[in-house]
């Protein structure tokens, strides 16, 4: 028989810190590295693990004490030892436990096993978070194969599936729709069968039984109804929250809900780092996303009771409207807009164009005024690099960027899309048109990746299809600049002796003065101008 001492490890540089939650019971099985109790220091919560596997024997400090490194917490027996922590008891109960431990032969677990559980979680998202779910694919008990859609889940600008990444049987869905998930969150629970295997002990979260735990860990069962220790489940409004007394006055004295905010210490604790990102970021949008000096102290209007004048009917703004409102919003205020004007003429350019028809028919491809678009825009932003940069005015940098990929526009029955063109400048004409083809079906049936609009350095958008002569568009931030096309049409040019009649084709430069001088500007539409007047410079 041998008994261990459990003592508070190193607690990096901290002097004292307080027990704010005792893990486990007197009598618990638990395994090496299993939490045994949470302790709260200034700046973090930290759970003390158990130094090998074995029986907890005693616990010998209680919620609120404090404890240095190297104290005692506790006690426990080593794992082959299991049976000391039970010395106390009446010599006819050992012996009752010794007679009823060859009907309970630890292969059994085993046997029953050829399968286990995996929680599948959500993968990721390119970043974006709190994506509603807005379809549950499928139910409990359904038998799915690898890659079979788990749930829907729709982000401002597409809706995707998220695949199961096993076959197997589905346990419980953890979530429902209307909930929001972030990368890592748990979605269901699979049964994945093996092949004349045996389970590990952690892939038995669900199997309770008591008389079994020398044989495992009964600490991963005990756990399972509540799996703290893998993944943070944010909790809804006026729930309890884990969070030790510093953390909880420093909510008081910045006025923050702590049910809202979510949790990165160990268990989904909240500490202080937590509070003030949530409060930050609760600035940033009642900001409107823009920082100091961007006009965000610009006072709302205030609507009228419009119902007073007439009939009138509401409803709720879509998602994407509300995404692309804010976003519009944002670059306005924060970017100084400028517009440069100008007209190519596109007589040749058409006249080309149209005699690709019948080539464009056996490959299949339409050949739209749009391919040529791009090569000119991607010639000129090689000419001119300084309007493929971003800048960074916090840390007052300008990112130059080596790649040229743009973004075109795209007018869907659900909103404003904006899909992106990779390598424009390595890519033929037929290449252009065939992608941006497909990119924007894609787009109108809401069917695009979040990284299929990701990227871009440049964007644009025509209107030429609807009409009108000329327009500002507004820069999509962070890029510098942006083109507007609007509808060509026949105007007479003089051309040093009469005038011409040419097909003219207004151009619009949106631009950030910031990083793009109205010299550049006016290069730049001038470069546009005069490859798409003459096709075979974008050879050269």
Known sequence: MSEQEIKVPDLGGADE???????????????????????????????LPAPAAGKIAKITVKVGDKVREGDVVGVMAADGDAGSAEQSAPAEESEEKVEAAPEEPKPAPKKSG???????KVPSLDGMENVPVIEVNVSEGDTI????????VESDKATMEV???????????????????????ELVELTIEEEGGEKSPAAEPEKPAASEQPAQPSAKPEAAPQPQGSTYE?????????????????????????????????????????????VKSQLQQSQQGGSVGTGSGIPGVKLPDFSQFGDIEKESMSRMMAATATNMQRSWLNVPHVTQFEDADITDMEDFRKSQKAAGEKRGVKMTPLPFLLKACANALAELPQFNVSIDMEKKEVIRKKYIHIGIAVDTPHGLMVPVIRDVDKKGLWELAAESAELAKKARDKQLKPAEMQGACFTITS??????????????????????????????????????????????????H?????????????ALAQSLGDIRTLLL
């Open 514 to 526: 910031r990083a793009v001088n109205g010299a550049d500007a006016a290069r730049f539409t001038s």
């Open 463 to 512: 209107l030429g299809g609807i009409g009108g002569t000329a327009f500002t568009p507004i820069v999509n931030t962070p890029e510098v600049a942006i083109l507007g096309v609007s509808k060509a049409a026949m105007k007479p040019v003089w051309d040093g002796k009469e005038f011409q009649p040419r097909l003219m084709l207004p151009l619009s430069l949106s631009y950030d």
């Open 234 to 278: 944010p909790p809804a409004p006026g729930t309890k929250v884990h969070a030790g007394p510093a953390v909880r006055k420093l909510a008081r004295e910045l006025g923050a809900d702590l049910t809202r905010v979510k949790g990165s210490g160990p268990k989904g604790r909240i500490v202080k780092d937590d509070v003030q990102a949530y």
């Open 145 to 152: 194969e690898a890659e079979s859609a788990l749930v829907t």
């Open 114 to 120: 050829g399968s286990r559980k995996e929680t599948i």
């Open 17 to 47: 810190v307080e027990v704010i939650e005792i893990i486990v019971s007197e009598g618990d099985s638990v395994a090496e590295e299993d939490p045994i109790l949470t302790v709260e220091s200034d700046k973090a919560s930290v759970e």
């Open 163 to 185: 695949p199961s990444p096993y076959a197997g049987k589905v346990g419980k869905i953890l979530v429902k729709e209307g909930d929001k998930v972030s990368e890592g969150d």
